[in-house]
């Protein structure tokens, strides 16, 4: 008697493949969407107004529209300037699948995460850009070591929620042929019309869900244990309610 | 015959207009059709997850917890090709008719089960932001748990709610996109068999992409508007 299910005795590693895949397509881009989305939150907290504007435009713009038109633009509308892309090298690149999502995915979660860092540095009271500069600290020491370390704090709950939606948002890969979980449960599904085996791609997506909320839990806790006036048992708010 | 890519967006046999604008009619359509049932579902969500009937709470936060972290698209699968299948199964049982459930319904059901967790969690901190005494007052009062609901929490609910309601409501016009992958011939359908026809998929998909932002801002100059007017009572 065999204990695992035949459906995943056949696809099983096909659908760990295409885990990895998704699990590749987040990371990556949601490391490069940091990078760029620190520079748009700069530029709509710039007191410049064309900086303003167009980082205003940029976000709105990426978080105003669906992922899938986006990804669409980027994988067809490439193809339209092959040509372009070849004369300057780059068309290996943007040929592959992968690479077109993971190119429309980073300018998209770069429009959350600028959000997101703006709503952590501007979460930190004022009285703290204050008290520095009563201390004769420089704009640029007082944001790098006064704000920034409590900024981060305050933005990573939100940052936690937005991996979880790349996560999700990172399906529609498949729509454009890249293997991600989703490419591979197509495929499988498409060979055997067994419903089935979309429950075990279902289960993988919620375990690693789950696995980053939780991990997330975990960590702030551990990063704002030196805040938490309420920790038992003799927080001074405990004491009193 | 204009041959620009702006005659492309022409209305009539030469261009794509109408077909855009009957994409754009279902996009519309199909959000309408299911923010109720992300509405009323999650209102009715948050009440089970707040109730003391165990099997009730369990059942509805499990239920939240698996839409709230599937993708839009697997859900959207698993409804469509599910739902299709037990159709076929049950219509087999009588006759051999072919049937197959229409790519709309499929995305009423599977994106308004995504709302309808999404907005359990919206009524739940509303909820919870409501004094336990006004129920008290409400209960002094002699008005029963019914007359409580609609005339005392509901529209301080209202309020409190707006705002998450009104983000669940620009995703969901975003999320319509996806049924476009189950061939109903939404926006962006008819966009993808507009650039199949042309072959110029940059331009079509930027105007669908511009499409989607007006909507998208629209919607949130009507959304701060209705913050306003339900916040009026508060304003000091």
Redesign the interface.
């Known amino acids: 008697m065999n204990i695992v299910p035949d459906i995943l005795a056949r696809y099983g590693d096909d659908l760990l493949d295409g885990f990895l895949v998704t699990l590749q397509l987040v990371f990556i881009s949601v490391a490069f969407g940091a990078v760029l989305g620190a520079l748009v939150c700069a530029g709509r907290m710039s007191t410049s107004r064309i900086l303003n504007a167009l980082a205003w435009f940029y976000i709105a713009l990426f978080r105003g529209t669906p992922l899938l038109a986006q990804l669409f633009l980027f994988y067809y509308g490439a193809g339209q300037f092959s040509g372009f892309w070849r004369d300057i090298g780059m068309w290996t690149l943007l040929r592959d699948p992968f690479n077109c999502a993971l190119i429309a995915f980073t300018l998209n979660t770069a429009a959350y995460q600028a959000e997101v860092f703006r709503g952590g540095v501007l979460a930190v009271p004022s009285g703290q850009w204050e008290g520095s500069a009563a201390l004769g600290l420089s704009k640029r020491i007082t944001f790098l070591r006064v704000i920034l370390p409590q900024a981060a704090l305050y933005a990573l709950r939100p940052f936690g929620n937005e991996i979880i939606l790349m996560v999700k948002a990172s399906a529609v890969a498949s729509v454009v042929t890249v293997y991600d979980l989703l490419g591979e449960t197509r495929l499988a599904y498409s060979d055997t019309f067994r419903f089935d085996v979309y429950f075990y791609a279902a289960a993988l997506y919620l375990i690693l869900v789950e696995t980053l909320r939780r991990v997330w839990d975990v960590l702030e806790r551990r990063l704002t244990r030196h805040l938490d006036m309420r920790r038992k048992p003799d927080g001074p708010i405990a004491q009193h309610e | 015959m204009d041959d620009s890519l702006l005659g492309l967006l022409s209305f009539g046999p030469n261009g794509w207009g109408d077909q855009l604008a009957a994409g754009l009619k279902i996009t519309i359509l199909l959000a309408l059709a299911t923010a109720p049932i992300g509405l009323v579902g999650g209102f009715l969500l948050a009440l089970a997850r707040r109730s003391d009937h165990t099997v009730l709470r369990v059942s509805a936060t499990g239920f939240t ?2 839409f709230k ?6 859900t959207l ?2 409804v469509y ?2 739902f299709s ?1 037990a159709l076929a199964w049950f219509v087999g049982l009588f006759s051999d008719a072919y049937v197959e459930i229409s790519a709309f319904f499929a995305g009423m059901v599977a994106l308004g089960a995504v709302s309808a967790s999404f907005a359990s969690e919206v009524f739940m901190a509303a909820l919870s932001g409501i004094a336990r005494g006004q129920y008290e007052a409400a209960g002094a009062l002699g008005l029963g748990r019914w007359a409580t609901l609609r005339k005392v929490v509901i529209p301080q609910l209202v309020r409190l709610a707006l705002p998450g309601l009104g983000n669940l409501w ?1 995703v969901l016009l ?5 049924v ?2 189950i061939a109903l011939p939404d926006l ?1 359908r008819q ?2 068999v507009a ?1 199949g026809a042309t ?4 331009f079509f ?2 105007v ?2 511009g499409i ?2 007006v909507m ?2 629209v919607s ?1 100059t009507i959304l701060s508007l209705l913050e306003k007017r339900y916040g009026r009572a508060y304003v000091r």
């Open positions: 917890t698996v972290g599937l993708p839009e698209l697997i699968f698993m090709y599910g299948m620009l975003k999320d319509t996109a996806l476009s992958v962006l966009t993808s650039v072959k110029e998929p940059f998909y930027l669908a992409i989607y932002f998208s801002l949130m």
